[in-house]
């Protein structure tokens, strides 16, 4: 190395990675405390707590009301933990599960990095910690798109290799990943690209008759023994979500705010016109069409996750390069700088607003609250949040987000539920104002006919059937 490029080292590139590491540290002490009781239940770690993985794609015209739009291998993996460690808090269960998860996807990036793209460790370091740093990554401490990730990972793993056959077992690698979530589709074509233009066209065509064969037969089977509810669920169904651009634009203007994602993605398109084009670029690119889903109703930042974990390793060693860069020209220094100040800015902003964003974990207290006190009441009881039913050991009757959507979509009609509030089949209905079954204008009515109001806690109410007594 020669001096100017180690004197460039030292003042520009180590502060970069000082920064993406303590935001990593920072991020360790946030997700261990989704560890600690209180906190609301993940919406697909509820449906999963309530639903075996046998039942998610059941019938839809009879109760319970419950489905899913996500793939089942998430599911199962939930179920075997449960019956093997069964004295365990769902909460806790569940949330050791994703950090280890978690735990085993940062390792797998720096090997994705170091080993079989040949990386730095200065630059596969980099890449592990703005990942692990991020916003982002915290959040998704929740939920299963890191089950995803693993083997997302894994399959890039093989990709880049030198074992034969490499993209034969990337395929059925990545092949698992979309059943435990099907965005994980959007990396084929990326992949396949990457081969054509490396000139590895036997591979690809390995590759592709083996991951169309490793997601269609399954998936054939679970439509088949499901009678065609697997592939509308998991599908059809979000594609017929309504989308919203507004929720669309709040996740993006968060995930601006909390990552290096401009900087990161200028220097990975000015290297590839101006240099060399990472193996990872087309991956990058169509693993970005995902987000989009993030503005469908009920979206979240799970969709961001996986994009941005393959732009960290694809732009990682770009960013040590530049930082590191010795201009021997004078004239064009000033330049240099202000683009190595720009970069840096780039890291050190989002990590400001990052340590003191509002959006990381709270504790939310009214949840178990109310689930205690909902669990005194006998039978059957109606919420519209999957967290309090599993709070107060009761069983979820009806997941109103995705069956608006069918009905929405004349899908399915809520006369059977309405039928049941006029029965007086719950023993309590419990909403927050404004809340989803605002959605159900015929479900409103009823309750409003057949319940009184019994008491609130904080925006929860709680009805029971009139001329009743708790």
Known sequence: MKKGEARNYFYFALPVLVISIALFALNINKMSSVLLFPHSTDYAEAIAFFTPATNLYANFSTYPFVLTYYPPLYYVVLDVSRSLLSGL????????????????????????????????????????????????????????????LIFD?????????????????????????????????????????????????????????????AVAIPTLLLNAATQG???????????????????????????????????????????????????????????????????????????????????????????????????????????????VLLVIAGFLIPALYSSNNTLSFSPQPETPIMGNALSSFPGNILVETPS????????????????????????????????????????????QIYGKFDMYPGLENAINTSYQKDYSIQSWEVYVPKNATK
């Open 89 to 148: 808090s769902p909460y806790v269960l569940a949330r050791i599960l994703n950090l280890i998860a978690a735990i085993i996807d940062l390792p797998l990036l720096y090997f994705l990095c170091r080993k079989s793209l040949k990386q730095s460790v200065f630059s596969s370091l980099l890449a592990v910690c703005m990942l692990g740093g991020s916003f982002v990554f915290m959040i998704n401490a929740l939920d299963l798109p890191l089950f995803e």
């Open 388 to 431: 309090l039913a599993l709070d107060a050991n009761k069983t979820m009757e009806f997941e109103p987000r995705l069956f608006w959507v069918m009905q929405q979509n004349g899908l399915w009609n809520d006369s059977l539920l309405i039928a049941g509030v006029n029965s007086h089949r719950f023993s309590a209905i419990v909403f």
């Open 153 to 213: 990972l894994a399959a890039l793993i093989f990709l880049f290799s030198k074992v034969k056959r490499a993209s034969v077992y990337a395929a059925l690698l990545l092949a698992v990943a979309v059943f435990f979530r099907q965005s994980a589709l959007l990396l084929a074509p990326g992949v396949l690209l990457y081969l054509f233009f490396a000139g590895k066209r036997k591979d690809a065509l390995f590759f592709a008759v083996t991951f169309l064969a």
């Open 229 to 339: 509810r697997f592939i509308f669920s998991v599908f059809t169904l979000p594609l017929i979500t309504p989308f919203i651009a507004g929720q669309l634009q709040n996740f993006l203007n968060n995930f601006l705010l909390t990552t290096p994602f401009l900087v990161l993605l200028a220097v990975l398109f000015y290297y590839a016109y101006k240099f060399e084009m990472s193996p990872l670029f087309w991956i990058v690119i169509f693993s970005f069409v995902s987000v989009a889903s993030s503005g469908k109703y009920g979206g979240s930042y799970v969709y961001f996750l996986v994009p941005f974990a393959l732009l960290c390793a694809s732009a990682a060693p770009y960013i040590e390069s530049l930082l590191a860069y010795n201009l021997e020209e004078k004239p064009k220094k000033l330049a240099y700088y202000a683009v």
